[in-house]
């Protein structure tokens, strides 16, 4: 059974960063791309990053290049995204998603996906 967990969000003001993790366990880690994705209230959910299995592909929206940064560690199956100069506008629910080996732009063709994380930046 494949279970994904995220982990590190909560509250922060304007201008701060936190760290969000994602572990993932029933798959073989290695094997799979994982993305991160966010939904606000009354807003479709949107992809955000994405790594490819290996890590050496890595993709970003243009609302959070140069401020997000996704890594993974596949010795311990765990997904990171580093943010920083966090805004208000980045309140929502953050999720962690994983499909076979690359990265994909549709929401739709991540088959593994998280509870999601809290993420809110006060101004």
């Known amino acids: 059974q494949v279970q994904v967990v995220e982990s590190g969000g909560g509250l922060v003001q304007a201008g701060g960063s936190l760290r969000l993790s994602c572990t993932a366990s029933?798959?073989?880690?290695?094997?799979?791309?994982m993305g991160w994705f966010r939904q606000a209230p009354g807003k479709e959910r949107e992809g955000l990053s994405c790594?490819?299995?290996?890590?050496?592909?890595?993709y970003y929206v243009d609302s959070v290049k140069g401020r997000f940064t996704i890594s993974r560690d596949n010795a311990k199956k765990t997904l990171y995204l580093e943010m920083n100069s966090l805004k208000p506008e980045d309140t929502a629910m953050y999720y962690c998603?994983?499909?076979?080996?690359?990265?994909?732009?549709?929401?739709?063709?991540?088959?593994?996906w998280g509870q999601g994380t809290q993420v809110t930046v006060s101004s």
């Open positions: 790594s490819t299995w290996s890590g050496e592909g890595t």
């Open positions: 029933g798959l073989t880690f290695d094997d799979y791309a």
């Open positions: 998603a994983a499909r076979l080996f690359h990265c994909a732009a549709s929401v739709r063709s991540f088959p593994y």
